[in-house]
Each structure stands twice: as C-alpha cells, then as structure tokens.
C-alpha cells in the first residue's frame, strides 16, 4: 500500500507552530486575555494537525492538503490581525479571516477524491470563494474598540454602500444554500463506499453550514437574537469539522479491511464466486469482472463470450488488472469508485491474484489432462505395435516355418519308405525341433495380441487364455457384452499377466478368474493360491498394468501378504 | 478314385507345398484359391469333396467361408487350418459346421484322410 508520511508534513507543522507562536505572543508577552485567542489558535491547530493526519493516510486525496491549508490560513490570519497595528497588516488579516470557510466548502463538496467532478460543484465552489474573499472586504466583521482601521470597509452603512453590503448578505445566503444542495446531490450520486467516508462529514457541514446561515439571516433583520449558546454552538460546529473529515477519510481505511478479507476469501476457493467478493470489497453491486485473452486481443466474459468495455466518461468506469505488468484484467465498476484510487488498486490487485489463481488452475487441469491423454496414446500405440509385430510373425516367419516343416515331414516319409533310416531319424528330430520352436513362436505370437481378443471379446480370450495356462484356472465370468478396445485389452492383459505369474513366481496350484461389470465399470479380478509377497517394483510387470488401467482412469489393486496367495483387482471405467 | 481338394490359403508357399503333399498322399487337388471369394467361386465349379480352408484370409476369414460352403447344395467336407491352435480361436472352431481342424505345423495326407473317412 502506498503509504508514506509527505515530507513537507514537518515544515508545515514547524510553520504552523511559528503562527501560533505569534499570534499567541500579545496574550503571553503583553499579559493581553489568553482566552479569545487561544479558543482561536485551537481551531486552527486542529485544522493543521487533521489536515496533516489525514494526507499521510490518503496522499492521493487532495483533502488533506486542502485541510493544512485551512488551518494555516486560519493561525496566519490570527497571527496577522490581532498582533499588528499596521492598517494594511490588519486588513490582510482580515480577508484571510473567512478563507477557510472557501477552503471547507471546497473540501466538502469534492470530498473525498478533493477533486470536484461536476460542473455544478466547481460552481458552488468557485462562487464560495469569491463571496467570501470579496464579501469580507466589504463587510466590518471586526468591529472592535481598538482595533486599527479595515482599509476596505465600507464606512457609511447607509446609500450604496448599504445596498453592497445588503447584497454580499444574500449572495452568501444562496452560497450557503447552494453548498447544501450540492452536499446532498454528491451524497445521491456517491457509490456506497464514497458515502461510507461522506457519513461523518455531511452532518458537520450542513450544521457548520446551518450556523453560520443563521449569522445572516440576524444580519438581515430577521428578528432572531443571537445568544451566547449560538456562539458556542458554531464554535463546536467549526471544531468539528477537522474531526469529521479525518474520521471520513480514515473510514476509507476501515473499507480497506475488507480488502484484506478479500484476499483471504479468494485465497480459499480458487474457482470461486470472483464477481460477489469483489462487490462485496468494492460495495459496488453493479461491479464485473472482464477476463483478458491475448489470442483474441480483447476481453471476454465469465461465459467466454466477448466482452466490451464501457466507453470512457459514463457512468461506468473500468480499472485494468495487471500481474506482473501484465494485462490479465479489467473490473468494470461504478464511476463514483475512482474517488477512492487506493481501494480500487488493493481490490484490483486482489483480483489480479485470484484471476492468476484461477488460470494456474486451469493451466494445471489442461496439463493434468493432456498427460492423462498422452498417457492413453502412449498405451494404445503400444498395443498398435504388439498387434503389428503379431500380425507380422503371423504372415511372415510363423507361414514360412510351418511350410518348412511340412517340407521336413514330406522328405523323412519318403526317406522312410527307402530304407536310410539314419537320415530318416535325423529328419524326423528336425521337424521336432521345428515344432517346438514353432511352439514357441506362436505362444510369443498369442502373448503379444491375442486376435481372438479383437474377433471374439474378452469372455473368448479368457477362456483361451485358460485353455493355454500352465495351472488350472476356474472362470467365474460375468460380462459377457463387448466392450471398448482398449477396455477388453487392459482386462485381458491384467489376467494375463496375473495367470503367468501365478503360474511362474508364486508356485500356485490353482486361480480363479472373476469379472463382473456393473455401473460404467468392469471389475476384473484374479486370486492365487500361491506364496504370495507380490510387489509393485519399478519396469516390473505390475507396474507396466497399472500403466495400462491407470491411463483408462481406472485403478489397479494388488493384495499380496507373504504365505497367503496373490489378489489382483483392477477397476476399469467403461460405457 | 481319389477324393478331390480345394485349397485355400492366401500364402502361395503353403499351397504349394499342400498340393504336393496331399497328391503324394494320394487326393487330387482340383483347384486353388486365395480369398474366399475365390473359394466359394471354386468350390461351384469344381464341387470338391473336400475343402482345406485356412482361418485367416485376407477378405472374410475361414469360419465364414465354411458357414457359406455348408448352405451350399452339395456341400463338400471343410477342415480349417492356421499356423495358430485351434485353442487361440477359443470356442469358435467348436461351433462352425467345419468337420474338423488341423494346425498347419500337423498337416499330413494321413490326417486328413482320417477326418474324410469319419465324415458320412
């Protein structure tokens, strides 16, 4: 958060304490009343210290400057106008006496941004100015025994000059009314976290305001009498006013908080409700969330459908979203939200961190999901392979062998027959030798892509694969409808596998193959009664099923406590 | 007179090796195809007594074929063959009207002619 103290925060105080100072020098040196002044001097001083508080809070407010200089105004108007006998000095003084009313008037109505936003305000502000320095001039506010003469005054209170004071009178009046109204329309036209801070500064204006109409209203002859109570009503009216504005803009810090709690909410749900939080941070009901997409060059919506921002200077305004100077965002919220700059970069940042949340987290699930597909492909170009390679052995090597050993049983007949009976032993070991590696071969063909698995499903092959196990298999089999490829080979292959190493490994006498397929899943199961200890080693063939299952999105359990057989269970999602 | 064969097997090695074989043997091999297209062709016009049909065929495979040949009118005694068990077909061989089944590495004029005597 950009919070630092303004360097000039120390000069201004020393200046103010330097006008205090000196204005207090004629109470303190001269044993003049101490009390006049110093209820004075404490107006200004709180002027000057609220002022001060609240621009290191909110240096981007132009209130807090606004504040210091009312109250310097204010202390240097005492420090002129009550410690010289200097015409001109008093005079001077006497001008600067009613400028920080201007100054309040303008705090109020551009509070808090300290800028005015309409034409109508800039009016009400301009037109405070100019009554109240040129008001001054004409009317003898000071009249007091003593005193050195105001130069500007206008000395006859009858003829034109009467009439000039008559109407700096009731222009004030319409000035004051007119700050009223403009209070009230910058209330209307706030967004709620403007009126948020406005809450303690509108009472105190319209009761500064209403005191000091009351003033007039006396001085234009409506018979009202102005009482001492009246005095110090207006006196705890002008101290309240650098109270109120601080309290409004530290309410602006008390906003923040939520910022705070914010982060912690997005923090905790990624793919969470983004657009409520932030309206709720932003107390700005109507706020939207516009997500960046570089390969469209635009924004798009929470839907993905194209978003376009409001045009600049309507009644929505749009602050951009940035990470690590990058655009990622932009929210679309109230106009009124740009008073408070500082609560609009905490939540924008905020939102800069959850929409980064939220696309690492999608970033994570395409990433989890291109490796569970490649995953698959990797699996099914292995089976692809296995079928070519089988396929091939078929065509090939396993043709020419077999037609090779009808050529060798051809030739030991005929020898046979002519009586070479060592040839014919010779020939004859030949085709055997022939037969076993034909044996062989088509075992490794059969191990490799059984076609039966592809012709007749997975209940066949089962029953094939019994057939060809060196134990005895019991098949309690219960899914007896095709199903996907890459299902039935997954299956087929765990069984396979299970069966060769019951049979190789466990020294099982007996296994009994179960499938059963309810609910979008096949179970497949097959239990041994051999040694058991079976573990899932790195490049073994337990992990090279679990390979095969696990890139179906299925899953594959081994239960192999050592002297109690082997229990291999794989569940495989299917249509 | 001896029984006629036709021949079907889509590796031209095996063929001839069979028709050698089984004329040795003592059958007249009558006619040679390589698909089953051209089986069930051959089979019309030759009306062989017996058919040595090998499972994997480039168009239909053997079980087909030997449904087709046994709706025939004359239909001819149908022994598959493959370089493969008949036990890696599972229950298939089991259930074609195939008289019998011979692994290629086991075929031998002997064998066959067992199979051709047993069929009425």
Known sequence: MNLHRPPQGVGLAVLALMLVGIAARPAVVEGAPLYPIGKELLVGGLFVIAGLAGWARRPDSRTGPLMTAAGLVWLLARALAFTSDSSTVFTVGLVLVLAPIALIVHMAVAFPSGRVSSTFERGVV???????????????????????????ALSSRSGPGQWAERAVQISTLLSIAAFVVALAVHWQRGAPATRRMFVPVLPTAWLYAAVSAGFYVVELGVPLTPTRSWATVEYLAILAVPIAFLAGLLRSRLARADVGTLVVEL????????????????????????????????YRDVGGNTMLLPPAGGDRATTTIERNGLRVGALVHDRALLEDPALL???????????????????????????????ARIVEAGDAERQRVERNLHDGAQQRLVTLAMALRMARDRIGTDGDLSLAA???????????????????????????LADEGLEAALESLADRSLLPVELRLAAPRRLAAPVEVAAYYVVSEALTNAAKHAKASHAVVRTCRADHRLDVEVADDGVGGAAMRPGSGLEGLTDRVEALGGTLIVQSPPGEGTRLVAHIPCE | MRPTVLIVDDHAGFRDMARRMLEIDGFEVVAEAVDAAGALAAAQEHRPQLVLLDVQLPDLDGFAVAEELALGAFPPVVVLTSSRSASEYGSRVGRSPAHGFVPKAELSGPALAELFDATP
């Open chain 1, 126 to 152: 301009i037109s405070a100015y100019v009554v109240i320095l040129a008001g001054v001039s004409f009317l003898d506010i000071a009249r007091c025994d003593g005193c050195p003469e105001n130069l500007l």
């Open chain 1, 267 to 298: 923090g905790g749900r990624p793919g969470g409700e983004l657009r409520g939080a932030l309206a709720k941070a932003l107390r700005d009901p109507t706020v939207d969330v516009a997500y960046w997409n570089d390969d469209l060059g635009g």
């Open chain 1, 345 to 375: 970069d905490a939540v924008s940042a905020a939102a800069g961190l959850a929409l980064e949340n939220q696309r690492l987290h999608a970033e994570v699930l395409a990433r989890l999901e291109e490796v569970r597909s490649s995953r």
């Open chain 1, 426 to 452: 010779l020939l004859a070991d030949a085709a055997e030798e022939l037969n076993q590696a034909l044996g062989e071969l088509r075992e490794l063909a059969a191990g490799l892509h059984p076609p039966i």
